[in-house]
């Protein structure tokens, strides 16, 4: 028998729906962390559905380093305006601010990252192996392995999020569309620097 206060805990730590919830401890018979994991599946899979959704609110907010030389400015977008005056909203958009500042992307993702720029970076790791003997199948690879390690660091949603070392940036966004049951997507950012 599920407890009302099994419930709740579960709640409190998901921000899932009550009935869902609810159906998730049953599913489990109990385990809260396969609940965990069912709520996480059924999220993903909702906000999968919700991407060819128009994003019309949201946010930009700010981070400015203590410094005073550093900061950044990200547009953070959602279906709602309910969604977009919500608390944990706005503080995503913060901590994605807080993100851009401290490790400083270059593109959102690795599709927006412009064509004469892969090329070049290809053309550079191509002439590291010239003269190698190495097999051309097996340099593409290695130079399709280089420029994925360059995403991580050059593209804001393949980053690792800095408040929390499990995550990269879009399973943040995956998640917060999965919470707040509508699409949230970052549509822009900027970093300026003294």
Known sequence: MI???DVSKLREETQAPVMECKRALEEAQGDFEKA????????????EKKQ????HNGVIASYVHANNKVGALVELRCETDFVANNSEFKTLA???????????PQYLSPETIPAEELERR??????????????????EKIIQGKLDK???????LEQTF???????VKDLIKEATAKFGEK?????????EI
């Open 150 to 156: 360059d995403f991580q660091e050059a593209c804001l």
């Open 3 to 5: 407890s009302a206060q």
């Open 122 to 139: 290809k053309e550079e790791y191509r002439k590291e192996f010239e003269g190698s003997g190495k097999k051309p199948e097996m340099i």
């Open 162 to 168: 800095v408040k929390d070392e499990t995550k990269k």
């Open 184 to 192: 949230v997507e970052i549509v822009n950012f900027c970093r300026l």
């Open 36 to 47: 965990k994991m069912i709520l996480k599946k059924k999220g993903e899979l909702r906000a």
């Open 52 to 55: 060819e959704n128009v994003t």
């Open 94 to 104: 913060h901590d994605l601010a807080l993100q851009i500042v401290a490790l400083n």
